[in-house]
């Protein structure tokens, strides 16, 4: 059985409804779109996956313990002039197991060397996250969720803002991360990211939700190789909910 899967989920932003009869289970180990038009309620699913919006009706069912699910929220969510290096926010990937006050210990630093050096980032170990790029700060944070060992991961947009050879190494990370188990659900905004990544696609729009496929979505829209570069195109999904 899957370890994320919704049910009758209703969830509302200011009392207002914004999604409704959600169901469906997320592969476990498989990368899923979440996909819509600006407003269709993609953050609202995620911040109710996270437990931090309770729904309104329905549950959410996550066998993902806590310390084990992680989220990449949009970069401009984000305030990055903390006084922090690289390395120090990789680390904080221990506090949700360790807890934040731990001192960390030889096999910590050892491994955050090893994420680091798998995202390209050795070299900025101790660079302030306020003196990063978009594409380096992405990974530094990726590289957070690592540490952490995430089991369930939630990503917000992980694109944006971001050079092409960070798209590269992130989405070659993402992969590696979904074949070793972890279920990955990411917001994602245009068809050549669609192509390069998902396994599996949840569309949000009119206040549903439907299942479909990468391939589904790219031949709706005039793409049938997904194998080539698929042109970046903005996904809007008119008359998506029919
Ligand atoms: N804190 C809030 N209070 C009231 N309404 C909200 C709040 N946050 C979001 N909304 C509304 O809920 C709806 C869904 O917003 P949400 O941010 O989930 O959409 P989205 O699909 O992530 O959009 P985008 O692609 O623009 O990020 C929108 O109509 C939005 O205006």
Redesign the pocket.
Same mark, same amino acid.
């Given at each position: 059985m899957s370890r994320l899967r919704l049910e009758g989920l209703q969830l509302a932003?200011?009392?207002?409804t *914004?999604l409704e009869h959600l169901e469906g289970s997320f592969h476990d180990g498989a990368i899923t779109a979440l996909i819509?038009?600006?407003?269709?309620?993609?953050?609202? #699913?995620?911040?109710a996956i996270m437990g931090i919006l309770p729904p309104i009706v329905g549950q959410i069912h996550c066998d993902v313990p806590k310390e084990r699910r992680a989220w990449l929220p949009?970069q401009l969510a984000l305030d990055l002039t903390f006084p922090m290096s690289v390395e120090e926010l990789v680390m904080t990937g221990t506090w949700p197991s360790h807890g934040a006050l731990k001192d960390y210990c030889g096999p910590h630093y050892l491994k955050a060397r090893e994420v680091m050096r798998r995202l390209g980032i050795s070299h900025l170990a101790h660079r302030p996250l306020g003196e990063l790029s978009g594409g380096q700060r992405q990974r530094a944070l990726l590289g957070r969720t690592l540490m952490q060992g995430a089991e369930l991961l939630l990503l917000?947009?992980p694109f944006a803002n971001v050079d092409a050879d960070t798209v590269t190494v992130l989405t070659q990370v993402l992969r590696e991360m979904a074949d070793q188990g972890t279920t990955i659900v990411v *917001?994602l905004?245009d068809l050549e990211q669609l192509a390069r990544l998902a396994d599996c696609v949840l569309l #949000?729009a009119g206040g549903h939700g439907r299942w479909s496929t990468p391939q589904a979505i790219l031949e709706r829209h005039g793409v049938a190789d997904h194998t080539s570069q698929a042109p970046l195109l903005p996904l809007g999904f008119p008359g998506a909910a029919s």
């Amino acid at each position: 059985m899957s370890r994320l899967r919704l049910e009758g989920l209703q969830l509302a932003q200011g009392g207002r409804t *914004v999604l409704e009869h959600l169901e469906g289970s997320f592969h476990d180990g498989a990368i899923t779109a979440l996909i819509g038009a600006n407003g269709a309620g993609k953050s609202t #699913l995620i911040q109710a996956i996270m437990g931090i919006l309770p729904p309104i009706v329905g549950q959410i069912h996550c066998d993902v313990p806590k310390e084990r699910r992680a989220w990449l929220p949009q970069q401009l969510a984000l305030d990055l002039t903390f006084p922090m290096s690289v390395e120090e926010l990789v680390m904080t990937g221990t506090w949700p197991s360790h807890g934040a006050l731990k001192d960390y210990c030889g096999p910590h630093y050892l491994k955050a060397r090893e994420v680091m050096r798998r995202l390209g980032i050795s070299h900025l170990a101790h660079r302030p996250l306020g003196e990063l790029s978009g594409g380096q700060r992405q990974r530094a944070l990726l590289g957070r969720t690592l540490m952490q060992g995430a089991e369930l991961l939630l990503l917000d947009e992980p694109f944006a803002n971001v050079d092409a050879d960070t798209v590269t190494v992130l989405t070659q990370v993402l992969r590696e991360m979904a074949d070793q188990g972890t279920t990955i659900v990411v *917001v994602l905004h245009d068809l050549e990211q669609l192509a390069r990544l998902a396994d599996c696609v949840l569309l #949000l729009a009119g206040g549903h939700g439907r299942w479909s496929t990468p391939q589904a979505i790219l031949e709706r829209h005039g793409v049938a190789d997904h194998t080539s570069q698929a042109p970046l195109l903005p996904l809007g999904f008119p008359g998506a909910a029919s």
